[in-house]
Protein backbone atom coordinates (compact mmCIF):
# COMPACT_ATOMS: atom_id res chain seq x y z
CA UNK A 1 0.00 0.00 0.00
CA UNK A 2 1.21 3.59 -0.75
CA UNK A 3 2.93 4.12 2.44
CA UNK A 4 1.67 7.91 2.22
CA UNK A 5 -1.71 7.20 2.25
CA UNK A 6 -1.37 4.61 5.20
CA UNK A 7 0.01 7.06 7.18
CA UNK A 8 -2.89 8.52 7.19
CA UNK A 9 -5.23 6.37 8.06
CA UNK A 10 -2.65 5.21 10.84
CA UNK A 11 -3.07 8.79 12.51
CA UNK A 12 -6.79 9.09 11.58
CA UNK A 13 -7.93 6.42 13.05
CA UNK A 14 -5.16 6.04 15.89
CA UNK A 15 -7.01 9.99 16.93
CA UNK A 16 -10.25 8.27 16.57
CA UNK A 17 -10.10 5.26 18.91
CA UNK A 18 -7.87 7.61 21.42
CA UNK A 19 -10.76 10.10 21.29
CA UNK A 20 -13.84 7.94 21.55
CA UNK A 21 -11.82 5.75 24.59
CA UNK A 22 -11.45 8.67 26.54
CA UNK A 23 -15.03 9.21 26.23
CA UNK A 24 -17.15 9.05 30.18
CA UNK A 25 -19.21 5.68 29.88
CA UNK A 26 -22.54 6.42 28.49
CA UNK A 27 -21.60 9.85 26.43
CA UNK A 28 -21.87 7.47 22.84
CA UNK A 29 -25.07 6.73 23.59
CA UNK A 30 -26.43 10.33 23.72
CA UNK A 31 -27.96 12.30 20.96
CA UNK A 32 -27.34 15.71 21.42
CA UNK A 33 -30.20 18.04 20.71
CA UNK A 34 -28.81 19.54 16.81
CA UNK A 35 -27.26 16.04 15.90
CA UNK A 36 -28.86 13.53 13.91
CA UNK A 37 -27.22 10.44 15.27
CA UNK A 38 -24.96 8.97 18.45
CA UNK A 39 -21.40 9.11 18.60
CA UNK A 40 -21.83 4.95 18.56
CA UNK A 41 -23.70 5.48 15.35
CA UNK A 42 -20.83 7.24 14.15
CA UNK A 43 -18.04 4.80 15.19
CA UNK A 44 -20.03 2.40 13.38
CA UNK A 45 -20.86 4.15 10.28
CA UNK A 46 -16.40 4.94 9.51
CA UNK A 47 -15.94 1.69 10.04
CA UNK A 48 -18.63 0.32 7.66
CA UNK A 49 -17.92 2.77 4.84
CA UNK A 50 -14.16 2.14 5.17
CA UNK A 51 -15.31 -1.07 4.63
CA UNK A 52 -17.39 -0.39 1.97
CA UNK A 53 -15.03 2.09 0.18
CA UNK A 54 -11.77 -0.38 0.74
CA UNK A 55 -12.89 -3.90 0.43
CA UNK A 56 -16.69 -3.69 -1.07
CA UNK A 57 -18.41 -4.32 1.72
CA UNK A 58 -20.96 -5.95 1.59
CA UNK A 59 -20.93 -7.97 -1.06
CA UNK A 60 -17.14 -8.40 -1.40
CA UNK A 61 -15.57 -8.33 2.15
CA UNK A 62 -17.45 -10.61 5.03
CA UNK A 63 -15.15 -9.33 7.37
CA UNK A 64 -18.39 -7.67 9.00
CA UNK A 65 -21.52 -8.40 9.64
CA UNK A 66 -23.82 -7.85 6.90
CA UNK A 67 -26.30 -5.82 9.04
CA UNK A 68 -23.88 -3.03 9.40
CA UNK A 69 -25.30 -1.35 6.86
CA UNK A 70 -28.97 -1.19 8.03
CA UNK A 71 -27.31 0.08 11.16
CA UNK A 72 -23.97 2.58 10.00
CA UNK A 73 -25.03 3.35 6.49
CA UNK A 74 -25.74 7.09 5.72
CA UNK A 75 -29.26 7.58 6.38
CA UNK A 76 -29.67 5.67 9.08
CA UNK A 77 -30.42 6.24 12.98
CA UNK A 78 -30.09 4.35 16.20
CA UNK A 79 -33.67 5.33 16.84
CA UNK A 80 -34.71 2.58 13.96
CA UNK A 81 -32.04 0.26 15.37
CA UNK A 82 -33.18 -3.30 15.59
CA UNK A 83 -31.65 -6.77 16.31
CA UNK A 84 -28.02 -7.35 17.10
CA UNK A 85 -26.33 -3.95 17.81
CA UNK A 86 -22.47 -4.01 18.30
CA UNK A 87 -20.76 -2.28 21.09
CA UNK A 88 -19.02 0.65 20.95
CA UNK A 89 -15.70 -1.49 22.48
CA UNK A 90 -16.08 -4.15 19.56
CA UNK A 91 -16.66 -1.27 17.03
CA UNK A 92 -13.31 0.01 18.21
CA UNK A 93 -11.84 -3.71 17.95
CA UNK A 94 -13.12 -3.96 13.96
CA UNK A 95 -11.79 -0.80 13.55
CA UNK A 96 -8.25 -1.79 14.99
CA UNK A 97 -8.34 -4.93 12.66
CA UNK A 98 -9.29 -3.02 9.81
CA UNK A 99 -6.62 -0.52 9.42
CA UNK A 100 -4.10 -3.54 9.63
CA UNK A 101 -6.25 -5.09 6.67
CA UNK A 102 -5.22 -1.69 4.86
CA UNK A 103 -2.39 -1.91 5.25
CA UNK A 104 -2.21 -5.46 3.57
CA UNK A 105 -3.34 -3.89 0.38
CA UNK A 106 -0.87 -4.08 -2.44
CA UNK A 107 0.11 -0.78 -3.44
CA UNK A 108 0.00 -1.10 -7.08
CA UNK A 109 -4.00 -1.19 -6.60
CA UNK A 110 -4.03 2.34 -5.41
CA UNK A 111 -3.38 3.74 -9.36
CA UNK A 112 -6.55 1.08 -10.52
CA UNK A 113 -9.07 3.26 -12.05
CA UNK A 114 -12.40 3.23 -10.54
CA UNK A 115 -15.38 1.50 -12.92
CA UNK A 116 -17.29 4.25 -12.33
CA UNK A 117 -15.88 7.65 -10.53
CA UNK A 118 -17.33 7.71 -6.98
CA UNK A 119 -17.51 11.51 -5.33
CA UNK A 120 -15.42 12.50 -7.85
CA UNK A 121 -12.74 9.99 -7.18
CA UNK A 122 -11.28 8.50 -10.32
CA UNK A 123 -9.21 6.09 -8.33
CA UNK A 124 -8.79 3.33 -5.57
CA UNK A 125 -6.08 5.56 -4.04
CA UNK A 126 -7.87 8.85 -4.51
CA UNK A 127 -11.03 6.84 -2.49
CA UNK A 128 -8.68 5.49 -0.15
CA UNK A 129 -7.79 9.73 0.71
CA UNK A 130 -11.19 10.60 0.33
CA UNK A 131 -11.98 7.48 3.22
CA UNK A 132 -9.52 9.21 5.38
CA UNK A 133 -11.01 12.76 4.58
CA UNK A 134 -15.01 11.26 5.47
CA UNK A 135 -13.01 9.39 8.93
CA UNK A 136 -12.17 12.97 10.00
CA UNK A 137 -15.12 14.70 9.35
CA UNK A 138 -16.60 12.21 11.38
CA UNK A 139 -13.85 12.23 14.57
CA UNK A 140 -14.96 16.15 14.34
CA UNK A 141 -18.99 15.81 14.32
CA UNK A 142 -17.92 13.09 17.59
CA UNK A 143 -15.42 15.83 19.55
CA UNK A 144 -18.22 18.45 19.25
CA UNK A 145 -21.04 16.05 20.28
CA UNK A 146 -18.93 15.36 23.29
CA UNK A 147 -18.50 19.10 23.84
CA UNK A 148 -22.42 19.33 23.52
CA UNK A 149 -23.30 16.44 25.49
CA UNK A 150 -20.86 18.04 28.47
CA UNK A 151 -22.63 21.47 28.17
CA UNK A 152 -26.20 20.48 28.61
CA UNK A 153 -24.81 17.81 31.82
CA UNK A 154 -23.11 21.07 33.18
CA UNK A 155 -26.65 23.18 33.41
Known sequence: MSELLF???????????????????????VRPEGFNNTIHWHV????TVAEQFMFGFPKKSTSLPTNY??????GTKPADWQGDVPSVQELLDQLQDQIKRIKELPAEGFTMK??????????????????????????????????????????
Open 69 to 74: MELFAT
Open 114 to 155: LQTPFLGQETFGELANFAIFHETLHLGQMQAMKRVIEAAQAK
Open 7 to 29: KGFELTRGRLIKTVEAFEEGTTE
Open 44 to 47: GHVL
